[in-house]
């Protein structure tokens, strides 16, 4: 597929960022980084951040954007890699986007669906219900009017949360019928998406292996800096990794749960990959190939 945009996908710790590499040093190709953690300046540890190693094999984009308190919504991402996109095709660069991000990268090949804009004073009353009642109010708030999109949030994603109840009460439609009716099917970019397969046991093993690495590679200290910046409350630290470290530093996670708990908020968000991928046309590789 002539000039196709690469687009490297599978789940958490089926070695994404190791095909990506190798795609690039072949093809004289940059990463664009499709990760909801890897936006953030010092969240590194637990969201597999390219060390240094790895970006000298290859430039990466679209890391380290974002203090921790601020926030990257979907088009505004969507928006920055488009540039990013033209900026390298334009250089002579082959972009490859890489990240298990999905929605995002569903979004950058097919488009969002044409909700109301963002509304700030809506936004400043879904923050103050939240300060008043927690994040939980506003969840049981938007499970009322679309209980389809409130089962796919998780209760403390203040921005999506916010955001699905700003549609509703915008349009009187709900989030969940906008996407229904946009069906993702407009096409944005030629893209061929490729990733690892791997088996059942091979990722489980998989999994484990990057949980125990990350905490050697120290990530609850990692937890800790941030912290002590007064980040405890911001988005990213309810990532997956993130948020086990932080129930245990608060003792609310015994010390000998923690690495079981991250390997089993891993495997449910590997759950979540998969079903989008099922949809998804992927080129599935043998470990340690690239694709033609």
């Not at 090949?109 to 109010?137: I, K, N, T, W, Y």
């Not at 091979?202 to 200290?221: H, P, V």
């Not at 449910?268 to 470990?287: A, K, N, S």
Request: glycine fraction near 8%; aromatic fraction near 6%.
């Amino acid at each position: 597929m002539q000039d196709a945009l690469w687009v490297i996908v599978g789940p958490t710790a089926s070695g994404k960022t190791e095909l990506a590499l190798r795609l690039a040093e072949r093809e004289g190709g940059e990463i664009l980084s499709a990760d909801s953690v890897q936006v953030y300046r010092y969240f590194d540890v637990g969201s597999s951040k390219p060390s240094a190693e790895e970006q000298a094999r290859a430039a990466h984009h679209l890391i380290d954007l974002l203090e921790p308190n601020e926030s990257m919504d979907t088009a505004t991402w969507s928006a920055l890699a488009d540039e990013r996109i033209a900026t390298l095709r334009a250089a002579g660069k082959v972009p490859i986007v890489c990240g298990g991000t999905f929605l995002w990268v569903k979004t950058l090949l097919r488009g969002l669906a044409p909700a109301p804009r963002a509304d700030e004073a809506v936004r400043a009353r879904h923050r103050a219900l939240v300060e008043q009642d927690g994040r939980a109010a506003l969840h049981a708030t938007l499970a009322k009017v679309d209980p389809e999109m409130a089962a796919k949030l998780n209760p403390n994603d203040f921005v999506r949360v916010s955001r699905a109840l700003e549609v509703y009460e915008l349009s009187g439609k709900p989030m969940s019928q906008w996407q229904a009716e946009h069906g993702f099917r407009q096409s944005r970019h030629h893209a061929r998406l490729v990733g690892i397969e791997r088996s059942g046991d091979e990722m489980d093993a998989r999994i484990r292996a990057r949980a125990e690495a990350m905490l050697q590679a120290g990530l609850r200290e990692e937890v800790r800096g941030l912290m002590g910046r007064g980040f405890a409350d911001a988005k990213p630290m309810g990532s997956v990794g993130y948020k086990q470290v932080l129930a245990a530093e608060r003792g609310e996670l015994p010390e000998a749960e923690l690495l079981d708990a991250i390997v089993r908020a891993t495997r449910i968000f590997v759950r979540r990959q998969r079903t989008w991928l099922r949809d998804e046309d992927v080129q599935w590789l043998v470990p340690e190939t690239l694709p033609d």
